[in-house]
């Protein structure tokens, strides 16, 4: 821009005109700046507040210092428990099936007397070929001996009953002691003699011993007298 020459006879109102205005720097705007006019000094841009991080306290704001530690929570007394009254006691005599256990299956293989303890180990045969593990399987005999049972007892009582405890074969047992034979998932009984009333005080207990599976071989007759219903 040419500079105009102002004399000494000219009003001093003219210059007024020539008088520059000095460029306001808005903090927001941005492009290029402007060059302040010869023979005047730039004025300096005010600093740009950047973001303010957490961390960084406003100047003269006191810190905050380290948290509280939390008072303890009041401890609450327990309530007092009632005292359970005592279950009622079952009369003597009573089954000791649980209540709240389902009866078993019960099964019925036909066979006569001489050949209902041949159909009891076909039984197990067939029990132990669908994956049934050998101590789940307790077999009660209301005649004759099983030979297993008779052999095994000529090495002595004691022995012979810890195999049952053992838990780890099949275990044969004579029906008239059926009282000292533990409960197993699965009981079968050989009806091949009945001396006495030896079935009717055996299938009973051997019902109650059987946890999930009663198979009973013989006449069908005889077993549901001993039962007392029709199988």
Known sequence: MPTEHVGPDQPPSCLSSFILQEPQIHESAQGPRVTP???RTAPTPRPVPGP???ATPRPGRPVPGPARPTPPAQRAHPAP??????APVAPTGAPSRPENRSAPQLQLVPAPAGGALDAAEEAVDLLLESGRAPGDILVLTTGEQHPWAAHELSFGDAAYWAQQDAGDDVF????????????RPIVVVAVNGDAGDTVARALPVARDRAAALLIVCGDPQTINS???ASV
């Open 81 to 86: 428990v009632p005292t359970p009254a005592p």
């Open 52 to 54: 303010r991080s957490a």
């Open 172 to 183: 044969f047992a004579d029906a008239s002691a059926v009282d000292r034979a533990k409960p």
């Open 37 to 39: 006019a010869a023979g």
């Open 226 to 228: 001993a039962l007392g």
